[in-house]
């Protein structure tokens, strides 16, 4: 989202198309600014489902002022398409919001400060947006949301407010690509984050209608993750992206994984899950290592060359990194016999283990992921 502001709107005289002026302000002194235009903050959506625009919210720590009279304001925060707002006036921000502003069904939240002490003005804040989008006349459920918590030390008291939000989600998106967390060590971040997922989906009905879940933070592949995310019996699709380690773990319902490394170098967790991802995922028959180097790729997809004895898997589907496809291919080719390509060897291309391996359907970068089977029944 382009961070210039062209306007700073004087709270008397507000009007948007989308929002509508309210009493509340005429005797308010602050100037909110307007975005311009605003623009999805997160990753494109690669599920077969429809949501409105983001309802963003943010929270962070600005400066205000003329140059060399700057003075700080400790919390400001986002709200739609106002932004830099203090965090005292939002109550009133979310009050002149029209209702198809408040009910939209796609939410972001990014909470970038590392202070437990603005922790309690952060939760009143989603508090009033939530009491907001309950005096509605219509409630229409959240289908769609997306987090990113700067510190994930008291992540967890968020989890409860934050499950609130969306009893009916559908999509969970934890984490931004390729945008850094506070400093924490891998494996209390992974704790904390499994934490937060397990008080999270256990508020209302989460846990029975989460269908896609996308982590950034770091996780370890563990018993404590499986425990949180065994509570979601219709979760079918996982994306995860920093691993901390990978340990007993076995989550049946996942039909679909992929592991995103946004560029960045393999790690020897990295390869730990491209060596045993089969037993990871025992009914999983979609697979793909985005953003990773292509040797991760072909070491993930050799694992299906061998004859597997006890996995009755015939058919899989494999979306390899859209660099050195041909790479990917001429390695692959020593273990697995080519059954059919397109022509031009860009589009997919089918192979099969010389050793009784299944039938892999390899996607390049021109063919996009759509987990309509997984949604199809929403």
């Known amino acids: 989202m382009d961070s210039t502001v062209t306007n700073s709107l004087n709270v008397s005289n507000l009007e948007s198309p989308k929002s509508s002026s309210s009493s509340l302000f005429n005797d308010s002194s602050y100037r909110w600014k307007r975005t311009p235009e605003k623009s999805l903050s997160f990753d494109a959506d690669v599920e077969n489902l429809e949501v409105s625009e983001p309802f963003v919210i943010k929270f962070h720590n600005i400066s205000n002022g003329e140059r060399g009279q700057q003075h700080k304001i400790d919390v400001a925060c986002q709200l739609d398409d106002f932004i830099e707002m203090p965090i005292a006036d939002a109550g009133k921000c979310l009050d002149c919001m029209t209702d198809d502003r408040i009910q939209l069904d796609n939410v972001e939240i990014e909470i970038k400060i590392c202070a437990p002490t603005s922790k309690i003005a952060i939760e009143n804040v989603i508090r009033r947006y939530i009491e907001r989008r309950e005096r509605c006349r219509t409630n229409v459920p959240v289908k769609r949301i997306a987090l990113f918590i700067y510190d994930f030390t008291y992540a967890k008291e968020l989890a409860p407010i934050l499950g609130r939000l969306a009893p009916n989600c559908i999509i969970l998106n934890l984490g ?22 397990s008080q ?13 879940l996308r982590i950034f933070n770091f996780v370890s592949l563990d018993s404590h993750l499986q425990k949180a995310l065994s509570k979601c019996s219709h979760l079918h699709h996982l994306t995860i992206s920093n691993i901390d380690d990978v340990g007993l773990f076995e989550l049946p319902t996942i039909e679909a994984v992929f592991l995103d490394s946004c560029d960045f170098s393999i790690t020897m967790f990295d390869e730990m899950f491209a060596e045993k991802h089969p037993r990871l995922f025992p009914n999983a028959n979609t697979f793909g290592f985005l953003r990773c180097p292509v040797e991760l790729s072909i070491r993930a997809v050799k694992e299906w060359s061998m004859d597997r004895k006890a996995d009755e898997r015939t058919e899989l589907f494999f979306y390899q990194p859209e660099r050195d496809f041909r790479k990917f291919l001429f390695e692959t080719s020593k273990s697995f016999e080519v059954v059919n390509d397109d022509r031009e060897l860009e589009g997919e291309i089918q192979i099969k283990g010389h050793n009784g391996g299944p039938l892999i359907t390899v996607f390049n970068k021109d063919r996009v992921y759509k987990a309509t089977t997984i949604l199809d029944d929403i």
Not at 176 to 197: C, G, H, N, W
Not at 200 to 212: A, D, K, Q, S, Y
């Open 176 to 197: 931004i690509p390729k945008m850094k967390t506070y400093p924490l060590q891998p494996s209390m971040e992974s704790r904390y984050v499994a934490d937060f997922i």
């Open 200 to 212: 999270f989906v256990g508020t209302r009905n989460t846990c029975e209608t989460l269908r896609v």
